[in-house]
């Protein structure tokens, strides 16, 4: 199973772009990359899911180099309500039950 | 479209009691989690049914925890009896089929043991 490791935690400022890196030495050809995103006293969210080079939807962007041994999630323009905890997900998208969550990034943006 | 309903929200017990949590996912949706997460951790994934069978239970404390999805729509997570370290949010979750990595959370049952 691809274990994931992170940054305990980040600060930004408002305004500014965040990235989060992941890395995920051991993972395997049918792993997918997925990022969640949780408010306290909420269930997580899902943010962005990737496989190899960049995705981009209306709120990320996710940078997975050739190797794949690493992930980026990119937050354009923070704002105050981003800050969260973020967890990066690393299995089979056929076999969600091995997907293991790490204890996250948790990000805290400054006014 | 109504989200991943749960309830109670909020629930203290005392140690060796039993408990019980209910979750009505998305409508049409096939598959259904229940994950615990324990303060400052991630969640961990308790159960995972596809319709109304058992896909994977294995972190499952078969001793004292029990799960079903009768008709294969909303399900009931029990507990029983409950320990001091069951303490921790319960979140169900859903999505449509097992291949789909986009899961659908509800806010969750936070439980205390005391």
């Known amino acids: 199973l691809a274990k994931t490791t992170q940054p305990i935690s980040m600060d930004s400022y408002e305004g500014q772009e965040v990235n989060i890196t992941c890395s995920h030495n051991n993972i395997a050809t049918n792993d997918y990359i997925t990022w969640y995103q949780q408010f306290p006293s909420q269930g997580p969210r899902f943010i962005i899911q990737?496989?190899?080079?960049?995705v981009t939807n209306e709120v990320a962007s996710l940078f997975i180099p050739a190797d794949r041994k690493s992930s980026t999630l990119s937050l354009p323009r923070v704002s105050l309500s981003d800050t969260a905890v973020y967890y990066c997900?690393?299995?089979?998208?056929?076999?969600?039950?091995?997907?293991?969550w790490g204890a996250g990034t948790k990000l805290i943006i400054k006014p | 479209e109504a989200g991943v309903a749960q309830s109670p929200r909020y629930k203290i017990i005392e140690k060796r009691q039993s408990v019980a949590f209910w979750c009505n996912p998305i409508s049409g949706h096939a598959t259904l989690y229940w994950y615990q997460q324990i303060l400052g951790q991630g969640p961990k994934l308790l159960i995972q049914?596809?319709?109304?069978?058992?896909?994977?239970d294995s972190q499952l404390p078969k001793d004292r925890f029990s799960a079903e999805r009768l008709k294969g729509v909303d399900s009931t997570l029990k507990i029983q009896p409950a320990k001091l370290e069951d303490s921790a949010v319960y979140l169900c979750a859903s999505s449509p089929e097992v291949g789909d990595t986009e899961a659908f959370f509800g806010q969750g049952t936070r439980l205390t043991v005391v």
């Open positions: 997900l690393v299995g089979d998208r056929y076999s969600n039950y091995q997907l293991i």
């Open positions: 990737g496989y190899k080079t960049k």
């Open positions: 049914f596809q319709n109304n069978g058992v896909v994977d």
